[in-house]
């Protein structure tokens, strides 16, 4: 019986460590940090929406089910860990000598939700009581804590998608918004965006890999996404790149590495498998017919283009493979509307196993 209490108290302490060092890598690490308990409510919620849209007639039936599935996974994080940490100290407390297993559950309880029905005699139990009430105090205050901090990324990321729009039409385009500039602007402007979104790309990868629930936060208008601006800029700053006859502007070329690693790093934290060195003579999902179609409008407007557009294209698919497969992947895991050369062609999420490691092509 000696043994059955010891062995008991030892699996409670992994199980009170295990869910705190979760509730630690979830909201206080500032970094990317993948937890397996968080992965499988995540993973575990996503399943029961997915079978609920499964029947949805339009992107906006969709959409207005899945904005839930984000903020219904984070409320069900301390839950999840309240209940291992409950579970841990009522191994604990019964290795202690605490009789029944019911009296134990009890006593517990009572701890970690401060509401004192149950009380203990002995020095080792009262400790446990007191200690189990103040990580059921810290849980909490952590998650009151988080919540700024993660609207406030959601804030600061949305601001940028919306005034997109104006720039680059709804949904975006990378055709579009370099003939707004020609119209209204000036090409010569377009090198203050892409300063502009070479910041925003380093914000959303800070902040949806430390913060990874932010990902998953729709925006407030259905027909936005940050992964479809994401995918319009970095398409229009290759486009510029490659085609319009326009001096060279090494902002651009930033703009586009910090963006291809932005959504890289995103991957990394979500399992979603790329090749990190990719051949530049690889096929695209952008054909050259549209390409083409793309180039065309842009000189109907009386955009200066390159003479030579053979050497435009392999210029254009040599960077756009830098982001190609990733960007499809990241707008097929979080579900974004129809749009040019992104949402229109997103790869089909599939639900991976919890524990599944990630690997390179």
Not at 89 to 115: D, H, I, K, N, Q
Not at 200 to 225: G, K, M, N, Q, Y
Not at 345 to 355: E, G, V
């Amino acid at each position: 019986m000696l043994f059955l209490r010891v062995l008991s108290f030892v699996i409670g302490v992994v199980v009170v460590y295990s869910a705190l060092l979760s509730a630690i890598k979830t909201l206080v690490l500032p970094r990317s940090a993948p937890d397996l308990l968080s992965r499988a409510v995540f993973v575990t919620v996503r399943s029961l929406f997915e079978a609920r849209v499964r029947g949805a007639g339009s992107y906006a039936e969709r959409d207005q089910v899945l904005a839930f599935y984000a903020p219904i996974s984070l409320l069900l994080l301390p839950p999840a860990w309240l209940s291992l940490v409950t579970l841990g100290y009522t191994g604990m407390f019964w290795g202690l000598g605490v009789e029944p297993w019911y009296e134990a559950f009890r006593v517990s309880g009572s701890s970690l939700l401060t509401l004192g029905f149950a009380t203990v005699d002995d020095l080792p139990e009262t400790i446990l009581v007191f200690s189990e009430a103040t990580i059921g105090l810290v849980l909490v205050a952590l998650l009151i804590a988080y919540l700024p901090t993660m609207y406030a990324a959601f804030s600061r990321r949305e601001a940028a998608v919306t005034l997109l729009e104006v720039r680059a039409g709804n949904p975006p385009s990378a055709v579009e918004m370099i003939l707004r500039f020609h119209r209204i602007q000036g090409l010569d402007r377009l090198s203050e965006q892409w300063e502009v979104w070479e910041a925003w790309f380093a914000d959303i990868e800070e902040s949806h890999t430390s913060l990874p629930a932010v990902a998953f936060f729709r925006s407030p208008r259905a027909e936005h996404s940050w992964v479809t601006a994401a995918g319009a800029v970095l398409d229009a700053a290759s486009l510029t790149l490659s085609a319009v006859d326009i001096p060279s502007d090494s902002r651009a070329a930033l703009c586009i590495r910090a963006g291809y690693l932005a959504l890289r790093h995103i991957a990394d934290y979500f399992r979603i498998p790329y090749s990190p060195d990719p051949d530049p003579t690889q096929p695209i999902s952008v054909t050259r017919e549209e390409y083409d179609a793309a180039c065309e409008r842009l000189a109907s407007d009386g955009v200066p283009l390159k003479r030579d557009r053979d050497q435009a294209w392999r210029d254009f698919a040599g960077w756009r493979v830098n982001y190609d497969s990733v960007l499809l992947d990241v707008a097929g895991l979080i579900g974004v509307p129809s749009s040019p050369w992104t949402g229109d062609r997103a790869s089909t999420f599939r639900l991976s196993p919890i524990t599944r490691r990630r690997k390179l092509f």
